[in-house]
């Protein structure tokens, strides 16, 4: 489970689905995982983004591999990568322990719309876990409760709410009431410094021996490249964020 939650931030399912089996497929256990090189776990990671995401699932699959499984959200935290979502969708969903639900983009707009009246932004992190807790049917149990209440946050409790047929509406605090403008959405990646950062390190696994010269000819296109100094920033960031082993020097192109 953990590694379908971690490609799966920023990333559309519809991209992850294949990519996840063929992971598992791949590396069936943390340990294997652990074992594998850093520019093989790179490049399979290729097209889903973030790179840093999976450099941070391999520290963990290699604690995992040493010590086990915590068995606390702030054990689970303490690994690589692991936030209170994630340590929190663990315990719920995989290990089916006592635990307040995981409360992600969806799960908070349910409890602040339905349980307390507010806009998702409005709302504390406390008042969005005392929602979620107290919402839970006693007979219901905690893995059905949260993946119910996914489903309702991807199926009405949208950004503009589908309220026809919600499940919720009966009791729900802000059935009717005109929703907030939608969250700005993030920077195209077409240009950007993300896709400067994926271009660099994607010749790099390709040809570990390019030198700086090279590397500027080959992101001359995107647009982020022509900042004086980004490709040199770029680079200082993969390596930096343990995606390349070294800066490649000499001088750039002209």
Request: aromatic residues 6%; positive net charge; charged residues 20%.
């Amino acid at each position: 489970m953990l590694v379908s939650e971690v490609m799966l931030q920023q990333t559309q399912v519809s991209r992850v689905l294949p990519r996840w089996q063929a992971f598992l497929d791949r590396w069936s256990d943390p340990a294997s995982f652990a074992a594998a090189g850093r520019d093989d776990v790179l490049r399979f990671w290729q097209g889903l983004g973030y790179p840093r995401r999976v450099v941070a699932l391999q520290q963990t699959a290699s604690a995992i591999t040493r010590s086990g499984w915590p068995g606390t959200e702030t054990g689970l935290r303490g690994l690589p990568g692991v936030g209170s979502y994630t340590a929190r969708a663990l315990l719920t969903l995989a290990f089916e322990t006592q635990c307040v639900p995981p409360a992600d983009v969806n799960l908070r707009r349910v409890a602040a719309r339905a349980a307390l009246g507010l806009a998702p932004d409005a709302a504390t992190p406390a008042e969005i876990d005392d929602a979620l807790e107290a919402g839970k049917p006693r007979i219901m149990a905690r893995r059905d409760y949260t993946l119910a209440l996914f489903d309702v946050g991807a199926i009405h409790c949208r950004s503009t709410p589908r309220c026809t047929g919600c499940p919720l509406r009966a009791t729900c605090r802000s059935a009717g009431l005109p929703s907030a403008p939608p969250a700005r959405r993030q920077a195209p990646y077409a240009g950007s410094a993300r896709r400067l950062r994926g271009a660099l390190l994607r010749v790099l696994l390709d040809e570990p021996g390019a030198g700086i010269a090279e590397l500027h000819a080959r992101v001359a296109g995107i647009p982020a490249a022509t900042a004086p100094g980004a490709v040199d920033a770029a680079l200082a960031g993969l390596f930096r964020d343990g995606l390349i082993t070294a800066v490649p020097q000499g001088p750039a192109a002209n």
